[in-house]
């Protein structure tokens, strides 16, 4: 069974400063999504990951993908009070053909809180 | 107007009562889930259709049934609710993009049995 951990669960950061959310998964996979969910919203895709070393950037926010270790890092470049939200990593296993199964796999979220 | 859409977005129903949530799509995917999302235990997988003929179970099916009526729709049913079926449920549908098999999510629908 897949299992996504993501860590911390809550964040409470101050406006400037840096931080990364870390998502750890136990089966092989080389496909990893962010998403992003605002409170009482649905999910935002933000980023797709798809191979080792993958490395994606958006504004403030960048990904990357180790999946030798298993592990996707959220970098937070410089917060700012619009980047709070709650994250979300999802994983999509590998099938016995190396491809995709078509599912995720969620993590429990990151709620980010990121104060003046 | 919005790619995913859910039906009703809140509800409130009592226990054993039968309810059923619907989704639609005009994005044109083939693959459509629905999971339910709990506060701090993240989003999970009841049923997934990767076309109108096949629908599979996902982690907490129990107590859940679906139906895909056509490529655009993709209901889930609660046949007899019960309290711990209180929670949001998000339709999604999924498409290879080129960059990956991102998943589309709806609105969502608050449902609450009492």
């Known amino acids: 069974e897949l299992k996504v951990e993501q860590n911390p669960l809550f964040l409470s950061m101050q406006e400037g400063k840096n931080y990364t959310i870390y998502c750890n998964y136990s089966?092989?996979?080389?496909?990893l999504y962010w998403y992003r969910q605002d409170p009482g919203k649905s999910l935002e895709s933000l980023f797709v990951l798809l191979s080792n070393g993958a490395v994606k950037q958006e504004g403030r926010l960048m990904a990357s993908l180790d999946t030798k270790a298993r592990l996707s890092t959220l970098h937070i470049t410089a917060a700012v009070h619009d980047l709070s939200a709650t994250y979300f990593c999802?994983?999509?296993?590998?099938?016995?053909?190396?491809?995709?199964?078509?599912?995720?796999?969620f993590g429990k979220g990151t709620l980010l809180t990121v104060n003046p | 107007d919005a790619d995913v859409t859910q039906t009703p977005r809140n509800r409130i129903t009592k226990t054993g009562k039968r309810i059923m949530l619907e989704c639609s799509q005009t994005k044109g995917h083939d693959r459509m889930y629905w999971y339910r999302q709990d506060p701090g235990l993240g989003l999970r997988l009841i049923y997934y259709?990767?076309?109108?003929?096949?629908?599979n179970k996902g982690e907490i099916s129990d107590g859940y049934s679906v139906s895909r009526q056509a490529q655009a729709k993709f209901s889930l049913s609660l046949e007899s609710a019960i309290p711990n079926q209180t929670a949001l449920y998000f339709c999604a549908t999924g498409s290879w993009q080129g960059e990956g098999d991102t998943q589309y999510f709806g609105p969502g629908t608050r449902l609450t049995v009492l």
């Open positions: 259709s990767f076309d109108v003929k096949d629908i």
């Open positions: 999802a994983v999509d296993a590998s099938n016995n053909s190396g491809g995709s199964n078509y599912k995720l796999t």
């Open positions: 089966t092989t996979s080389d496909r």
